[in-house]
């Protein structure tokens, strides 16, 4: 399996809304939103907003011509925490394990040295140990636990756990 990254662009509005919306749809709960996540028209609104953003990237990952994963990355737009920006990742269910997570926060690290950013941040929900294991793996440590942090489309509550990397 070969797998490319690249930068997300505009056409990709509606298989990355098939990505999610699948992920979401999962039992697993690893997505705040229900199986309906952005329309597609907004999904291209907002890729069209990240690629015009100096401070944000959204990079994919693809076989052939399949998006198999997604990463966001946005610099904290506060002037005493501009070193720092958030992650969002996402895999297909059919791509775990495979090395696409660990590709996509390599490419994070190098968004982040072109960036000089030298801190990132996630959140991740505790109930989710193989992406807490991969990014223990990769030298995020726990900063601390933000209770009842989310609200899920059911009107639950979910913590998440703050983890971070220091680059520099």
Same mark, same amino acid.
């Given at each position: 399996m070969t797998v490319t990254v690249r930068t997300a662009e505009p056409r990709d509005a509606d298989a990355l809304v098939a990505l999610a919306s699948a992920i979401a749809g999962e039992p697993e709960g690893w997505l705040l939103s229900d199986a309906r996540w952005r329309s597609v028209a907004a999904e291209r609104r907002y890729?069209?907003?990240?690629?015009?953003h100096p401070d944000a990237g959204l990079f994919?990952?693809?076989?052939?011509d399949t998006i198999v994963g997604r990463l966001s990355i946005t610099r904290?737009?506060?002037p005493s925490s501009a070193h720092v920006a958030d992650i969002g990742l996402m895999v297909a269910?059919?791509?775990r394990r495979q090395g696409v997570a660990t590709l996509l926060m390599g490419v994070? +690290? +190098?968004w982040a040295g072109f960036a000089s950013v030298t801190?990132? +941040?996630l959140h991740v929900f505790p109930h989710n140990s193989p992406a807490i294991a991969l990014y223990e793996k990769l030298g995020y440590l726990e900063e601390g636990v933000r209770r009842r942090?989310?609200?899920?489309?059911?009107g639950?509550?979910?913590d998440a756990i703050l983890m971070a990397k220091a680059l520099a």
């Open positions: 890729v069209r907003a990240l690629r015009r994919l990952a693809t076989v052939g904290d737009a506060h269910a059919s791509h994070a +690290e +190098e801190k990132l +941040e942090h989310y609200r899920r489309p059911d639950t509550y979910a």
